[in-house]
Nanobody, 120 residues
Framework: QGQLVESGGGSVQAGGSLSLSCKVTRSTNRFPAMAWYRQSPGQQRELVAGISNGGDTRYADSVKGRFTILRDDAKNTAYLEMNNLTPDDTAVYYC??????????????WGQGTRVTVSS
């Protein structure tokens, strides 16, 4: 099994932007989907955005219009562009490869994630 290495998190003020990256140590073009998730303290991990290998995307209602998910199978990497961040976006962000777009089942063990902190 491969590994997931998330990066790009940090601390920003409300209204700011961050770009997250997820490097997968296996070829991603064989997997049907890639996705970003987040977990806030005391909360369950939730799906933020997913993208199929055909380019279809799915977003949580709370991030629609602000976040964009991209995948580059040549680099085995997924990206999450986050704009107009709010304090509610504060969380640890994880990526994984679900068995299908929107599925809760994933192929990989979870990585360390990357922390995003948004101050008001």
């Amino acid at each position: 099994q491969g590994q997931l290495v998330e990066s790009g998190g940090g601390s920003v003020q409300a209204g700011g932007s961050l770009s997250l990256s997820c490097k997968v140590t296996r070829s991603t073009n064989r997997f049907p989907a890639m996705a970003w998730y987040r977990q806030s303290p005391g909360q369950q991990r939730e799906l933020v955005a997913g993208i199929s290998n055909g380019g279809d995307t799915r977003y949580a209602d709370s991030v629609k219009g602000r976040f964009t998910i991209l995948r580059d199978d040549a680099k085995n990497t997924a990206y999450l562009e986050m704009n107009n961040l709010t304090p509610d976006d504060t969380a640890v962000y994880y990526c994984n490869l679900p068995v299908g777009l929107g599925s809760s089942r994933v192929y990989f063990d979870w990585g360390q994630g990357t922390r995003v902190t948004v101050s008001s």
